[in-house]
């Protein structure tokens, strides 16, 4: 049976909820049994104890009033000899009904001796009341080892009760040190337990957790294929599950992606490419002279069909890099090359404009490991940005330099430059800076967005600086 993450957390908790009790019972168990030898120790043992006293002292408060009496004859001490010795038959009793079977069978001496003690008094008052003549010396020995007898079968019952309390006093230790070690046993077994339990459960929630993860991560670098195969708990059961069937619908999407690039490159690309060709067949007379107004239309034609094909490829890129699907073709690479080309590709416009194109490459720039072609793309983009931007008779300055274990390479133009608000978010598609100026130049809003997705690709960092009416410098730079 596969327990949901409720019952398991449910029965965990019960599990220590029912440990804690148990632990409790036994605690109070064990009180229960100290407080009933303390109570038997101080209701039956001491007590007893103070029986034994009181009885010696009645008894010989007996036998001090009854020798007075026999010397005297004053019967006022007859009296007294009678109440200590209805004492003693009192305490006797009272201390039986305390006394354990040993205690009770020590009394029960004493009630005999005393019983005969009893009667050699009871004798020896006759004769005397009758004025008759006793040896008077032989029943003074009798009681004398009477009373002895009592004394001893008292000490007995003394040292009896006081071994009792000792032996009661030792258990309770012996229970003591027991409790103590059976609370220790049963606080680290429940230790064990608790943490076990709590291992058990914790694992069985975060186990599945982290293979989720595993797989969330998987999906998140596009390898929609991973299947997650979770059974229990029910509750993940179901995520996994639901995981599974948003990672089919994924690899489907991400299918229907692909067909959707690849044919859209061939349907806008081809028909545009063929419009540019016949275009410019026709501009160099391939179907006849022309008159000016055709040649001014064709021209027009053939522009605008090279700026859409510049569209398309550029929103195609993008929506590649986005996708996660560009592939980039890492090699060890100088940087030189690829700026001295970038160069002379924007040669011709660089010359229209009379622009000043400089280049600071600093030697032996170390070798990166770049896709060559991408990095050229976002050169080409930072480049014609500079050059597009600045005015004529301008100068734009491309510098290369290495800086710690990364290549820094900025492009720094005299143009309108960008105000501070719009630094952060040029960066994003189809956002153009309100350029300072009068300065309103067509674009995509595109290219930025590349390159910046190009740069990171490359684990580097891409940014703007400028001041408004003071030209820009865009910089980026590449882990060496
Ligand atoms: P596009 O140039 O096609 O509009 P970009 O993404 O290349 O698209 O640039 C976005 C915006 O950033 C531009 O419209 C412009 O406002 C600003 N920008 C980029 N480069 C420069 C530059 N060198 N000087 C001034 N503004 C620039």
Do not use: C
Request: aromatic share 8%; glycine share 6%; hydrophobic share 40%.
């Amino acid at each position: 049976m596969r327990l949901t993450l409720f019952s398991r957390l449910f029965l965990g908790y019960l599990g220590i909820f029912i440990l804690i009790i148990a632990v409790s019972v036994y605690a109070v168990i064990e009180l229960r049994r100290f407080n009933d030898i303390t109570r038997s120790v101080l209701e039956g043992d001491t007590r007893v104890l103070d029986y034994q006293k009181k009885l010696t002292d009645a008894l010989l408060s007996e036998i001090r009033y009854e020798r007075r009496f026999l010397i005297t004859r004053d019967d006022a001490l007859y009296d007294q000899f009678l109440l200590f010795k209805s004492d003693f038959d009192l305490y006797i009793e009272e201390a039986m009904a305390l006394a354990d079977a040993r205690a009770s069978g020590f009394l029960s001496q004493v009630k005999d001796h005393h019983q005969r003690y009893q009667d050699l008094v009871d004798q020896e008052v006759k004769y005397m009341k009758a004025g008759r003549s006793y040896p008077y010396d032989r029943y003074r020995q009798g009681k004398g080892r009477v009373a002895d007898l009592i004394i001893a079968e008292l000490e007995k019952l003394s040292s009896y009760s006081q071994q009792n309390t000792y032996g009661k006093i030792r258990k309770l230790a012996e229970a003591g040190s027991n409790a103590r070690r059976a609370a220790m046993a049963i606080t680290g077994a429940s230790l064990i337990f608790v943490i076990v339990l709590s291992l058990f459960i914790t694992r069985s929630i975060t186990q599945p957790i982290s293979i989720l993860k595993m797989k969330t991560r998987e999906i998140a670098k596009g390898h929609f294929e991973s299947d997650v195969n979770l059974s229990s708990p029910p509750e993940i059961a179901e995520l996994a599950s639901a995981f599974n069937s948003m990672s089919q619908k994924l690899k489907d999407l991400d299918r229907m992606k692909s067909d959707f690039f690849s044919s859209m490159s061939h349907e806008l690309r081809t028909p545009l490419t063929s419009i540019k060709e016949g275009a410019g067949l026709l501009l160099e007379g391939v179907g006849g002279a022309l008159t000016e107004k055709q040649r001014r239309l064709l021209t027009i034609l053939a522009e605008e069909s090279e700026r859409l094909i510049g569209l398309v490829n550029s929103l195609l890129d993008l929506s590649k890099m986005e996708a996660g699907m560009m592939v980039y073709n890492f090699e060890p690479t100088s940087l030189a090359p690829l700026v001295n080309r970038a160069m002379i590709e924007i040669g011709p416009l660089v010359e229209a404009k009379k622009i000043r194109l400089d280049s600071r490459i600093a030697e032996e720039l170390p070798v990166i490991t770049v896709d060559s072609e991408r990095l050229l793309q976002a050169l080409r983009n930072l480049i014609g940005n500079a050059v597009k931007f600045t005015p004529d008779g301008g100068q734009v300055t491309i510098s290369a330099r290495q800086r710690d274990r990364a290549v820094e390479v900025s492009v720094a133009d005299t143009g309108p430059g960008i105000p501070a608000e719009n630094l952060a978010t040029i960066f994003d598609k189809f956002q153009q800076a309100a350029s300072a100026g009068s300065y309103r130049i067509q674009g995509t809003g595109l290219g930025l967005a590349i390159v910046k997705h190009i740069i990171t690709s490359h684990g580097g960092k891409v940014w703007a600086e400028s001041q408004a009416g003071q030209g820009s410098t865009f910089i980026f730079v590449l882990p060496a």
